[in-house]
């Protein structure tokens, strides 16, 4: 069968591999399974309760959810009329729902939760959506709830779709996904169906899974990471499962037994701290044990045969300790797609040599989303690099280093914005992705930063503040950091540490466990992270060396809206709400002779 539109796929499995699992979500304590039939049956339902609404091709419908089957029904039931959906993250403000809402024309809503629902009852407040018109999943006291719009759908018939979906169009619009980026109001990307399934076409021969495998899916739908692998999960006959919560994700792998998940790379280096916590708990033998794999497994080389002695070692290593590793990840995994951000090359060590193959990929929202991404095989996985491009997907590298690309998955445009669309794609057909980079062994792509995040100190050098970060965010005792210094003489550093190690190295080192915020003033604590800064400082450019280092006791988040809903730090927020730290760091350093040096 031809998956020309996003709800193609659901006839295409009906066809092919019609499965007693679908999707499934976790209710009163146990998975609830529903059938590749059911799954097309609702989504009609939904089409014609919005037909019923006098919803019509063209139409937003805003989806505000966390993962469950419902979201995708509601995906599908709105691409089978020509609607348009608008997933939004249920962690963004009221203004900006109701930024979405007005910019996008909304006509109707889909909502998680009661807390959801309040929220969109305020954006919504003064703005022509009818309140008949939002829908909300759970079962929440004065609101409509989704068994409503399917009891709508079931007085039409399904017959009536037909003609509807036949009018949809490849190139027609699908969805419009705001995008908060790190500056400035969000702007609405438009994919159309071609956008998504060219990606899925050109992404299907690097996914290692079938219809005999399950998928465990956390990540939010919402970004277009998730949806497209989602898609290509359905089109491959991978039954999904959904965890209930993040905080419920090592329980419901060992439930479910997943052959596969996507990720970001925070999630991992948790995953990752949570193990080596363990192994520190260990005395003797097995702590000794313990640490001798972690070692063997940071220098596994996807590119490297390292001989008889370390292969046999590392064998041991995995029947001995790494096999708890699987285990505790549902003893099924064949492996993690990583993608969001930059994967610290450690953690693609270890996991690869614990026999869990990490795949870290690249893309954008505006490309929805791949654009490369490391295989399965070792040959095709360079770790520290992206990976090898997908099919049918041209880059080239700009003047400036900045990564250019063409390819039938690159957006219609952003909506409402011909001005910045212009800015984004030039006349060429080329996209402007705004990271820097360079193709490795001629075939990895490597991402070395943002062409917008990178800045030039007093003297005229360039700073890629990532790199930095990266490089230094490997040590367990640092959180979260972001460097400083554009037209200042060096680059500064603010460091978030990691609170829970942090207080075991203080308990062993005679510091009184104290509250954040003593913490962060303690002068040997001051000294660790200095000395730590020094450490790693050794591997950059004496010019990229951070000389100065402050440590601040609140975690950036999405709530204080200093982090993007994908994590990402938004740097001017942050600078700006620093900016007397920061200048007195720099003040501090004019008092202190040849500061510039010391390190």
Known sequence: MDVRRSFDILANQLEKFPKPDALAAKINGQYQPLSSQQVQDQTNLVSLGLLALGLKKGDKVAIISMNRPEWLLADFGIAQIGGTSVPMYPSITVEDYKYIFTDAGVRAVF????QLFNKVKEATAGLNIPAENVFTFDKVA???HFDELLELGKQGNPADLEPLKAAVQPDDLLTLIYTSGTTGAPKGVMLSHD???SNCRSSARYVPVGQEDKALSFLPLCHIFERMVTY??????????YAESMETIADNLREVHPSIFTTVPRLLEKVYDKIVAKGHEQTGIKHKLFFWALDLGLKFDTQKNQGFIYNTELALANKLIFNKWREALGGNLRCIVSGG????????RVFWAAQIRVMEGYGLTETSPVIA????????????????????MEVKIAEDGEILTKSASVMK??????????????????????????????RFLKITDRKKEMFKTSGGKYIAPQVIENKMKEDPLIEQMMVVGSDR????????????????????????AKSHADLVKDEKVIKLYHDLVKKYNQGFAQWEQVKKEVLLPELWTVETGEMTPTMKVKRKVITENNKDIIEELYNKAEREPHTASRH
Not at 111 to 114: C, L, M, N, T
């Open 373 to 392: 991404v490391n295989g399965y095989e070792p040959e095709n996985n360079m770790i520290g690099a992206v990976g090898p491009l997908i099919d049918n």
């Open 232 to 241: 290509l999960y359905m089109i491959h006959g991978v039954s999904i499962y």
């Open 111 to 114: 909502v998680a939760d009661k």
């Open 142 to 144: 004065g609101a409509r």
């Open 489 to 512: 003489k060096f680059p500064a550093a603010l460091i978030i540490p990691a609170f829970d190690e942090l207080r075991k190295w203080a308990e062993k080192n005679g510091v009184a």
């Open 341 to 348: 951000g930059a994967l610290q090359p450690r953690l693609a």
């Open 195 to 197: 956008n998504l399934l």
């Open 413 to 442: 445009g952003y909506y409402n914005k011909p001005e910045l669309t212009a800015e984004a794609i030039d006349k060429d057909g080329w996209f402007h992705t705004g990271d820097i980079g360079e193709f490795v062994d001629g």
